[in-house]
């Protein structure tokens, strides 16, 4: 079972072994919503499933929504229902893969670990390591899936609500991990968000700097040497991971997973279902 990261070679070994297996393709362009179909279209993995940011891994305007912000996460019922009109089983290896540094396949990764699939993996370096080890691709829009009902199990990652981070401010049992640029959790500018800075007592790293050169995971032990110097000796399972909808603060959440850190805990409303709100502190520096 791969439950954090797997390689593109070890994927083509898992390809040929016929064990259960579904692959999903995240790509997608946030300036540029259809893009990532465009680009699935244009080249995937051989058989993997769709899955769009804002179709398949987004509730707006739902009323069972699990969370506020831009990118509300669907419900669990709701999420566990588009798993099975896919064909997902809980049996079968799930491997999540993007061509944007894991920034929107890591969504989906921490999706399925919330119904209790277990079974995720991320394909390292993304479909450009694919590439690179000569792994198979095809176009178009992807075949016809049988369906099946997806059984949800006891969740295996923990949502943070904005009660919870609003309470737990200034605790030491919580440290907040903002994952956006610099500039805007300093609240210097803000391109979408109605309200520029960050939560009060947060920390600040970019999802992107988990990715080495070579577009892969830098190793474990560099990841965990740069978590333990940011958290400068803050539990790391008091992490609250966040972002501006939900969506880049996993890579961050991975990448401590990884460095033999922990599973920690996602605010997925994060900063645009945070400064929703005017009677939340706001922090700028």
């Not at 692959?23 to 899955?51: K, N, T, W």
């Not at 199990?153 to 200034?170: E, K, M, Q, Y």
């Not at 300093?186 to 990715?211: K, T």
Request: net charge negative.
């Amino acid at each position: 079972m791969y439950t954090t990261l797997i390689s593109a070679t070890q994927l083509q070994s898992l390809m040929t072994s016929q064990q259960p297996l579904m692959v999903f393709d995240c790509s997608f362009e946030l300036m540029q919503p259809a893009g990532g179909d465009a680009q699935y279209q244009q080249s995937h993995l051989i058989g993997a499933v769709r899955a769009d940011l804002d179709r398949h891994l987004s509730a707006k305007g739902a009323p069972d929504a699990a969370s506020g912000g831009r990118h509300p996460l669907p419900s669990r019922d709701s999420f566990a229902a588009w798993l099975g009109s896919v064909g997902l089983r809980p049996d079968m290896q799930a491997v999540v893969y993007d061509r944007q540094g894991a920034n929107y396949c890591g969504r989906l990764w921490w999706m399925l670990k919330w119904v209790g699939h277990e079974a995720a993996a991320v394909l390292d370096g993304g479909l450009q390591a694919w590439l690179a080890a000569g792994g198979a691709v095809e176009a178009g829009t992807g075949g016809v899936r049988s369906a099946c009902t997806y059984t949800l199990d006891s969740p295996r990652a923990v949502l943070a609500s904005t009660d919870t981070v609003f309470n737990h401010l200034g605790h030491p049992g919580q440290t907040i991990l903002d994952a956006r640029a610099a500039p805007r959790f300093r609240g210097e500018v803000e391109p979408l968000d109605p309200v520029a800075g960050h939560i009060p007592g947060a920390l600040n790293r970019l999802f992107s700097d988990n990715i080495g050169p070579d577009g892969r995971f830098k190793p474990a032990a560099q990841l965990r040497a740069e978590f333990e110097t940011l958290l400068a000796g803050r539990a790391p399972a008091s992490v609250v991971h966040h972002c501006g909808s939900g969506v880049s603060a996993l890579p961050n959440l991975i990448a401590m997973e990884v460095a033999g850190l922990g599973r920690a805990t996602l605010y997925a409303g994060s900063w645009s279902e945070w400064c929703s709100d005017a009677s939340r502190p706001v922090a700028q520096s």
